[in-house]
T-cell receptor, first 113, second 113 residues
Framework: KAGVTQTPRYLIKTRGQQVTLSCSPI?????VSWYQQTPGQGLQFLFE???????NKGNFPGRFSGRQFSNSRSEMNVSTLELGDSALYLC????????????FGPGTRLTVL | DQQVKQNSPSLSVQEGRISILNCDYT??????FLWYKKYPAEGPTFLIS?????DKNEDGRFTVFLNKSAKHLSLHIVPSQPGDSAVYFC????????????FGTGTRLKVLA
């Protein structure tokens, strides 16, 4: 079974721009979660989508948004980029999302200049 | 407020010896815990999990211990191998209510040959 895929793997943007990241979960998985990883901060939860609905949200500003499509693929959008948004953005999928283990993709490395 | 803490940012262990990675949590509602391993430029890989109804779970060289009264869990790797060198994250969640996982900041393990 193919794992979680994320595109693009690397991205360079400038302040004020917006960016869209994509995540394709493992086949059959209906839950997709997004995390931001920065040095010293571990993985910070952004949001979770289940069956096209946002089920949970972390403490990030409204510039961070996401959506999930009917095929469970998910996109994450960050508008008005700031230097502090530079991070590794990880997507994780799970079968049901409640007590199931999450499986991570390789991440998208976003650099904001 | 860091609800899941990994107080040791790094750990070095000789090959063949035991590696013990520690994790503390503050939220008594957490009842499901996981350990992930992360290599550079890759997403975290699931290692082992434990439910709060157990105090120990074993999978090959990896054992996780849970002390609910102390709100502490640990991951034991025996024997340690050079390929175990990676960053290890613990994660916790409450299986009722919120569906989000809270991650620690990670411990970098280096196994010396």
């Amino acid at each position: 079974k193919a794992g979680v895929t994320q595109t693009p793997r690397y991205l360079i943007k400038t302040r004020g721009q917006q960016v869209t990241l994509s995540c394709s979960p493992i086949s059959g998985h209906r839950s997709v979660s997004w995390y931001q990883q920065t040095p010293g901060q571990g993985l910070q939860f952004l949001f979770e989508y289940f069956s096209e609905t946002q089920r949970n949200k972390g403490n990030f500003p409204g510039r961070f948004s996401g959506r999930q499509f009917s095929n469970s693929r998910s996109e994450m959008n960050v508008s008005t980029l700031e230097l502090g948004d530079s991070a590794l953005y990880l997507c994780a999928s799970s079968l049901l999302g409640s007590t199931d283990t999450q499986y991570f993709g390789p991440g998208t490395r976003l650099t904001v200049l | 407020d860091q609800q899941v803490k990994q107080n040791s940012p790094s750990l070095s262990v000789q090959e063949g010896r035991i590696s013990i990675l520690n994790c503390d949590y503050t939220n008594s509602m957490f009842d499901y815990f996981l350990w992930y391993k992360k290599y550079p430029a890759e997403g975290p890989t699931f290692l082992i999990s434990i439910s709060s109804i157990k105090d120990k779970n074993e999978d090959g060289r990896f054992t996780v211990f849970l002390n609910k009264s102390a709100k502490h869990l640990s991951l034991h790797i025996v024997p340690s191998q050079p390929g175990d060198s990676a960053v290890y994250f613990c994660a916790a969640r409450a299986t009722s209510g919120t569906y989000k996982y809270i991650f620690g900041t990670g411990t970098r393990l280096k196994v010396l040959a």
